[in-house]
């Protein structure tokens, strides 16, 4: 079985912002951590969602900053057109 090591940039969660977007490391119990696709964010009543500010059915390990993801190919290669 491969193990996927994630390091480069996460950071400890006492260490998270709170009310600002991340991308966690998360766990369900079940696999190896793993990030989300989408951000997060630690409220006073713990991590949620972003986007629906749900709480999280994963346990969060580690952050690190949320960038948002830049146009598709597609989309980029339509405008050069």
């Known amino acids: 079985m491969r193990v996927i ?3 480069a940039g996460w950071q ?6 709170m009310d600002k977007d991340v991308t966690l490391l998360v766990t369900d119990g079940l696999s190896e951590p ?3 696709k989408l951000p997060s ?12 500010g749900t709480p999280l059915t994963v346990t ?3 952050w690190k ?3 948002a993801p830049g146009p598709s190919w ?4 339509a405008s050069r057109r």
Do not use: E, F, I, N
């Open 41 to 52: 964010r630690l409220t006073a009543a713990g991590w949620v969602s972003s986007a629906k």
């Open 5 to 7: 090591q994630y390091s």
């Open 74 to 77: 597609s989309r980029t290669r």
């Open 65 to 67: 900053p949320y960038s």
């Open 34 to 36: 793993y990030p989300l």
């Open 60 to 62: 969060p390990t580690k």
């Open 12 to 17: 400890p969660l006492d260490s998270a912002p």
